[in-house]
């Protein structure tokens, strides 16, 4: 199986800051990597697909960059709403797997 | 609207099964994979397998291999999953979620998610 690495496990900041989360995997993946944010007691939600395209209806300050094995996710500047985790994906093999997860907290 | 609504919490004893079910509405069931996957209590996620709505074939993550049955009901667009011979450590909330793709061979994602189905495992 692909393994998907996240850093850091967890990070505080301010409303306001901009935040990258890394995820790599541990083999080529292309562009097959997606980002999800789930908050306590709620499924998962899509936010960035293929790498790089924003799902509709999330908002701008969300972005993603990166292939083959490094990938970011970028939040332009924090809301009070994105207090949450993220995981990244790989969806290259059908062995699906995700990274262990980024907790966002506040500062 | 795309929507997945999953069956209630269950308990169960350690030995047990239990099957899930997913219903889906607003698209056509047979025209997406649809995958599943649990987060243990404090977790990250874990995927467990997929099942082609279509055709009925299967794939599953060799953890799960030889306990994990994954199904299918076309007329009633519902999508199951049976786990058997239960441990505590797979109390978790299991999640169904739609496979979508653009064009076929490219990057698939999972959107949306069904709502969660908590499963505690307790003798």
């Known amino acids: 199986d692909i393994q998907m690495t996240q850093s850091p496990s967890s990070l505080s900041a301010s409303v306001g800051d901009r935040v990258t989360i890394t995820c790599r995997a541990s083999?080529?993946?292309?562009?097959?990597l997606n980002w999800y944010q789930q908050k306590p007691g709620k499924a998962p939600k899509l936010l960035i697909y293929a790498a790089s395209s924003l799902q509709s209806g999330v908002p701008s300050r969300f972005s993603g960059s990166g292939s083959g094995t490094d990938f970011t996710l970028t939040i332009s500047s924090l809301q009070p709403e994105d207090f949450a985790t993220y995981y990244c994906?790989?969806?290259?093999?059908?062995?699906?797997?995700f990274g262990q997860g980024t907790r966002l907290e506040i500062k | 609207q795309v929507q997945l609504v999953q069956s209630g919490a269950e308990v169960k004893k350690p030995g047990a099964s239990v099957k899930v079910s997913c219903k889906a509405s607003g698209y056509t069931f047979t025209g997406y994979y649809m995958h599943w996957v649990r987060q243990a209590p404090g977790q990250g996620l874990e995927w467990m397998g997929r099942i082609n709505p279509n055709s009925g074939g299967t794939n599953y993550a060799q953890k799960f291999q030889g306990r994990v049955t994954m199904t299918r009901d076309t007329s009633i667009s519902t999508a199951y999953m049976e786990l058997s011979r239960l441990r505590s450590d797979d109390t978790a909330v299991y999640y169904c979620?739609?496979?979508?793709?653009?064009?076929?061979?490219?990057?698939?994602?999972?959107?949306?998610w069904g709502q969660g189905t908590l499963v505690t495992v307790s003798s």
């Open positions: 994906q790989q969806s290259y093999t059908t062995g699906i797997t």
């Open positions: 979620a739609r496979e979508v793709v653009v064009v076929a061979a490219t990057e698939d994602w999972f959107d949306p």
């Open positions: 083999q080529s993946i292309s562009s097959y």
